[in-house]
């Protein structure tokens, strides 16, 4: 098999989103402790130790009880799926879907392993301003943003044809014969 484009995007931006997620991750759970910040820029952004056990910004995380890892499996294991599927019907020069892919996938596994690791997933980038505080967040959280951000403006990008310039017929002056122009 031939690596294409959209091969060498997913084989090296996943890991490489994988492993700066996970080693923020390490980092951040062995120098701080839980709810402990420290300031990044003050009065925006902080890095604050917190556990995650629900979905995205903690939701549902009284709820799902002790089979949550199990549901998070079965959620990460439906997106691997549309992921490859995906991306085998991407085209080989294509770009922006294997990156919007590979982000995603980056950031699913990653707080997949979080929940194997530690029973829950890692979150430490506060973002607030005054009374405005956003959910707390991490590397991998940013990674499914983007690639669902870039997921959207691919799909509302128009369609090309299977050929990328239109062909046109044209009479050989004096020959009668037709030739095909493109």
């Not at 890991?15 to 839980?34: A, E, G, I, N």
């Not at 009284?62 to 085998?88: E, K, M, N, R």
């Not at 596994?109 to 890692?122: E, K, P, Q």
């Amino acid at each position: 098999m031939k690596l294409v484009r959209k091969h060498w995007i997913i084989l090296l931006l996943t890991p490489l989103v994988l492993l700066l997620d996970q080693t923020s991750k390490l980092l951040v759970h062995r120098f701080f402790y839980p709810y402990q910040a420290r300031q990044i820029i003050p009065g925006f952004l902080e890095f604050r130790l917190v556990f995650n056990r629900g979905l995205a910004f903690g939701l549902f995380s009284d709820q799902l009880g002790p089979y949550s890892t199990w549901i998070f499996l079965g959620i990460t294991l439906i997106a691997f799926g549309i992921i490859v599927h995906l991306f085998f019907r991407t085209d080989h020069r294509a770009l922006l879907l294997p990156t919007a892919l590979s982000l995603v996938l980056a950031g699913a596994l990653g707080n997949l392993i979080d929940r194997f690791r530690w029973g829950y997933v890692v979150d430490f980038i506060n973002l607030y301003y005054r009374r405005f505080v956003w959910p707390t967040f991490n590397v991998a959280d940013i990674a499914i943003t983007v690639g669902i951000i870039l997921l959207l403006i691919d799909s509302f990008r128009p369609e090309k044809s299977s050929r990328s310039e239109k062909v046109e017929v044209e009479k050989e002056p004096g020959s009668g014969e037709e030739k095909c122009i493109q």
